[in-house]
């Protein structure tokens, strides 16, 4: 089964809580603090393997967790870190946000185009301190320790979308499965009926020293850029062809269709489907030239095709080398293998001279690596405050949410602890400037609190619920 697009659930592991401990030896009547911190949770990592074929493993089992970190001992201690949980997905596979509830996909996460391309999608929680790590030079002995920190979770949508050099489309029956047969070692269905091709296929194509990679699109219709015919399964695993073969069929089909109007619908299609495409690379190739009174039609493709290349340069012939449209007609039988080899031959060399463009643009750039993590890290620390009601409050955002629920909530010390690093987060001015007063209650995860002012001393006083 072809499957290339699913979506999942993916959460890190908890982190593992810190322990508050005391050293207890003989002739050591005062030790002091020794908890250790507990382990953090393991990572869910996206990553790229050119042994992955598919994104079936992901088509039944929806739900991913990692494993969590064990907690903190005495004796300083720490806790052993969760060991990640590692996706592998085929190269080529996009990751966004997605939204289980609108059934949206949001932000691009990454784009593994490379073996061994990886992204973090949930972090594991951090593993809660131990007591030793809150030691100052007024609190010799903090009776406290962190509890873990949750790890994140998400919904991501993963979508594989073919790494091919060239992409060989056209109406269905147009030829495309006989002729990457020709191409290459692939061996797709081949049948005389429309739409046999119902999943792309790859090919390897070898001639000299060159090689290539070549992907059979299945047939395309009028209106495929609005989905008719599933256009939109197929249209998307064009968007990463650095090339695009469209495969005319000379004799016009079951219905003797006009092999012009064919060659227009499906550029139409493609431009309308996503406009970048309309100035990718193109060869236009003329097939079934093997059966007779196909010449006439050849000759008419033959000058629509220089016609438009030449448009593409504002009609000087001398520029008709720098036109993204070969203004060469390539003839060709995919049943005999007439003109298969000059077709093969000029297809790597424009695929050679496309790689070495591409190589050059991608020296001349900067990359930045990480950008969703960067902006989901720096989305993680602020927090927002929001007045539900009279006298009642709510303040979330990640950072602020963690810090409660790594509290534990039977111990004073931890409690006046959290309230100091409220504080110096700058909670409390954003409170009071959204206009809360003394005595109002907050909400923070499943907490709530009476709010009294910053010169009070005690600013957040858990209410009784």
């Not at 219905?255 to 064919?262: A, Q, S, W």
């Not at 990359?367 to 405050?385: A, G, I, N, S, T």
């Amino acid at each position: 089964m072809f499957v290339d697009r699913v979506h999942i659930y993916v959460k890190g592991g908890d982190g593992g809580a810190g322990c508050m401990s005391f050293r207890r030896e003989a002739h050591v009547p005062k030790g002091g603090p020794d908890g250790g911190s507990g382990g953090f949770g393991g990572n869910v990592i996206v990553r790229a393997d050119t042994s992955t074929s598919s994104l079936i493993e992901y088509r039944f089992k929806h739900h991913f967790k990692a494993s969590r970190g064990t907690h903190g001992k005495g004796s300083k201690m720490d806790g052993a870190r969760g060991e990640d949980l590692i996706l592998r997905v085929p190269v080529g596979t996009l990751v966004r946000e997605y939204d289980e509830d609108t059934k949206e996909t949001g932000e691009i996460i990454a784009d593994l185009t490379h073996e061994g391309d990886s992204v973090i999608v949930a972090r594991g929680g951090v593993g809660g301190r131990g007591n030793t790590h809150f030691v100052t030079s007024t609190r010799r002995a903090p009776a406290f320790a962190e509890l873990g920190e949750p790890g994140q979770e998400m919904w991501i949508e993963l979508e594989m979308k073919l790494l091919a050099d060239a992409a060989l489309v056209g109406m269905p029956s147009a030829g495309k499965s006989s002729l990457i047969a020709k191409l290459s070692a692939a061996r797709p269905k081949i049948a005389d009926y429309p739409f046999t091709t119902l999943v792309p296929n790859l090919g390897v194509a070898t001639t000299g020293d060159e090689s290539f990679v070549v992907a059979d699109i299945p047939g395309l219709i009028e209106g495929a850029h609005e989905g008719r015919g599933l256009g939109h399964e197929f249209l998307r695993h064009i968007e990463r062809s650095a090339l695009i073969v469209h495969i005319v069929d000379m004799t016009g089909g079951f219905e003797g269709r006009d092999p012009l109007t064919d060659y227009d619908v499906i550029n139409r299609e493609i431009a309308l489907y996503a406009a970048e495409l309309a100035d990718r690379p193109r060869v236009v190739v003329a097939n079934k030239i093997d059966v007779a009174g196909t010449e006439k039609a050849c000759e008419r493709l033959a000058e629509r095709v220089r016609a438009d290349a030449l448009a593409e340069v504002g009609g000087d012939e001398f520029l008709l080398s720098e036109s993204k449209t070969d203004p060469k007609l390539y003839r060709i039988s995919a049943l005999t293998g007439e003109g298969v080899e000059q077709l093969k031959a000029a297809l790597a060399t424009k695929v050679a001279a496309i790689r070495e463009a591409q190589r050059e643009l991608a020296a001349s750039q900067t990359r930045y690596d990480h950008v969703w993590e960067l902006k989901r890290d720096e989305k993680d620390k602020q927090f927002r405050v929001r007045k539900l009601s009279d006298g009642i409050f709510r303040v979330s955002g990640g950072a602020v949410e963690r810090m409660v629920v790594q509290t534990d909530w039977e111990n004073e010390e931890a409690i006046v602890f959290l309230q100091h690093r409220l504080r110096r987060m700058g909670v409390d001015a954003a409170l009071e400037e959204a206009g809360a007063v003394d005595g109002d209650e907050i909400r923070i995860v499943g907490r709530a609190f009476t709010f009294e002012s910053s010169s009070s001393a005690d600013p957040y006083r858990e209410l009784d619920l």
